[in-house]
Nanobody, 127 residues
Framework: QVQLVESGGGSVQAGGSLRLSCGAS????????MAWFRQAPGKEREGVAI????????NYIDSVKGRFAISQDSSKNTMYLQMNSLKPEDTAMYYC????????????????????WGQGTQVTVSS
């Protein structure tokens, strides 16, 4: 089992920045990928960014490319999401997810591919 705990959410004005953190504990050696998802009220949960634990390879959805950056500190078993130039449409609950599975460029955004989830941290961006 892997436990995930997010932190760093909050309320900011459009154009502002936030950095989310996700601390992992337990059988972290089994994790191949970690990702950030978000879910706005009335909408489906969507993948935002993913990082491969072994080599740090990353991928993003188009709407956050150039604004968000995912990173990791393996020594601390922590993943980060630096969010810059935030927009009101970025408002959502943000979740950290992890999986031991091998993912592809087409399936990494599917929530069903992930075995472990955090409780979420709220991000609110006002205009």
């Amino acid at each position: 089992q892997v436990q995930l705990v997010e932190s760093g959410g909050g309320s900011v004005q459009a154009g502002g920045s936030l950095r989310l953190s996700c601390g992992a504990s337990g059988n972290t050696y089994s994790v191949n990928y970690m990702a950030w998802f978000r879910q706005a009220p009335g909408k489906e949960r969507e993948g935002v960014a993913i990082i491969k634990r072994q080599d740090g390879g990353t991928n993003y959805i188009d709407s956050v490319k150039g604004r968000f950056a995912i990173s990791q500190d393996s020594s601390k078993n922590t993943m980060y999401l630096q969010m810059n130039s935030l927009k009101p449409e970025d408002t959502a609950m943000y979740y950290c997810a992890a999986t031991p599975q091998r993912l592809t460029i087409s399936n990494w955004i599917r929530p069903t591919e992930y075995n472990y989830w955090g409780q979420g941290t709220q991000v609110t961006v006002s205009s």
